[in-house]
């Protein structure tokens, strides 16, 4: 239910986000294209709202800073692939059980990964088949798109906390990046 508060959150900004980049889009459109189709247009503004929706489900909610100021939390994870350590040492999973599977789904340490695998895979969609950009270029800017996300959680919402409320995992820039290429494949 969490998520889908987010996810409202973004549909309310939305339409404020929308309407500052009409005049931009139409702009750069009209030039590139000498028009700017129904199509286009759809397939814009729907990139817009996953950036919005992605990001909002990255900093939301968002704690008061007087929990945040005395948190003693880890800062960040610098060392890749922790999260199959977490997955190993806290999931009932037994490979040779498959009575377990179902149950192995529903632990953090397997939805946390896999979400984030799956909030960056319309990213390289977008990029790929709409924006034909190279699997080269998808690559780069899907870890942009991560660190510009882990970046902000680092810096306390640029600042706005004393500290950050979420950890800069090394390992969220492996998982997002290699979904967003799962989508090239």
């Excluded at 959150?9 to 590139?32: D, N, S």
């Excluded at 286009?40 to 729907?46: D, E, G, K, Q």
């Excluded at 996953?50 to 960040?76: D, Q």
């Excluded at 192995?104 to 895979?121: G, H, R, S």
Aim: glycine share 4%.
């Amino acid at each position: 239910m969490l998520y889908l508060d987010n996810i409202i959150t973004a549909a309310t900004i939305f339409p404020f986000v929308a309407i500052a980049l009409t005049i931009p889009v139409l702009i750069y459109h009209y030039r590139r294209f000498g028009a700017l189709t129904f199509w286009r247009s759809l397939v814009i503004y729907s990139f817009i709202f996953y950036l919005l929706a992605a990001y909002c489900l990255i900093i939301l909610p968002l704690p008061p800073k007087s929990v945040v100021a005395h948190l003693t939390t880890p800062r960040y994870n610098l060392v890749p692939f922790t999260f199959v350590r977490e997955f190993i040492n806290t999931t009932h999973w037994v490979w040779n059980q498959p009575a377990t599977y179902l149950a192995t789904l529903k632990q953090a340490a397997t939805i946390q990964p896999l979400f984030n695998i799956v909030l960056t895979i319309p990213f390289g969609v977008y990029l790929r088949y709409f924006f034909r950009t190279s699997f080269k270029q998808t690559l780069l800017l899907s870890f942009g798109l991560t660190l510009f996300f882990e970046l902000t959680q680092l810096s306390g919402l640029y600042g706005i906390y004393p500290r950050p409320y979420r950890l800069f995992d090394v390992d969220d820039l492996l998982l997002n990046t290699s979904g967003d290429s799962s989508a090239l494949a």
